[in-house]
């Protein structure tokens, strides 16, 4: 491991303490929690099969989770998707998925998977610091639909692309134009929380609990909108009452999106 600012393993000390690997390959589990110790790892864990993971992931409650792409019995972007749709403590943990085959289709699945980053093999120590980096000190927005679950997709930004179009666009310019960005999103993962509710109620539940309250720190703000306080309100009591279905969320969640009819309904 090359030599690293002391100032930046301070700040991915509290990051990196329990690293969970799950590689079928023993060689290279070994060289990065070497690599990860000189980073400040201290309790390291290695699962090579999927179906243990899970059981893995909550006895470790692992602060950073690497993941390779696929081998005999694992299924890196299966595994990912598990861990974002479950109750672990460490759902929401950064994940860096690991492959030797990087083609365009491969980062899309991580991407869509919920993943975190992306690391090509074979890798230097600064390939992985600066991944490492990515996921702990720059963190992204947490998106918590029904369609999707992980971090924000649009800050999504693998090294491993190279093209001239990253999507600079899609960055907020002001703390106003966020607050509508956030609005927007959250709209839209309420009707598609609604859309989809029969297929995952409990997915479909904590998506719309997430976006309520998204919904209610940004309405009690100072720029705040008092019928989106009042409408949100409504759709909470709804949300915590003592069997919240399809019926009976249905005309809240419509009282919140009918404040905004020009947000498209792409599904989240």
């Known amino acids: 491991m090359y030599a690293v600012d002391p100032k930046i393993l301070q700040k991915l000390e509290e990051h990196v303490r329990r690293v969970l690997i799950m590689d079928p390959n023993p060689a290279a589990s070994r060289l990065l929690a070497d690599l990860m110790k000189g980073l400040g790892a201290r309790d390291l864990f290695f699962e090579p099969e999927e179906r243990r993971a899970l059981e893995m992931a909550r006895d470790a409650d692992p602060c950073l989770i690497f993941v390779e792409c696929g081998g005999p019995k694992l299924d890196g972007g299966a595994f990912t998707r598990k861990l974002r749709r479950s109750n672990l403590m460490c759902r929401k943990a950064p994940v860096i998925m690991m492959t030797s085959d990087a083609t365009a289709a491969t980062i899309k699945d991580a991407r869509d998977s919920g993943v975190h980053e ?151």
């Open 118 to 268: 992306f690391l090509r093999k074979p890798f230097t120590a600064g390939d992985l610091l600066k991944r490492v980096m990515a996921v702990t000190i720059k963190q992204r927005d947490w998106i918590e639909g029904v369609g999707y679950v992980g971090p924000d997709r649009r800050r999504f930004n693998s090294a491993e692309f190279t093209g001239s179009r990253k999507r600079k666009a899609d960055k907020a310019q002001s703390e106003a134009e966020a607050q509508v960005q956030a609005v927007d999103q959250a709209v839209r993962i309420l009707r598609a929380a609604i859309d989809q509710f029969d297929n995952d109620p409990a997915q479909a539940l904590r998506a719309m609990r997430e976006q309520a309250g998204l919904l209610k720190r940004i309405a009690t703000s100072g720029a705040g909108e008092a019928r989106l306080a009042v409408a949100v309100a409504v759709l909470e009591m709804a949300l915590n009452g003592s069997n919240p279905r399809r019926e009976t969320l249905a005309v809240p969640v419509k009282g919140v999106t009918d404040l905004y009819p020009t947000v498209d309904n792409r599904a989240a």
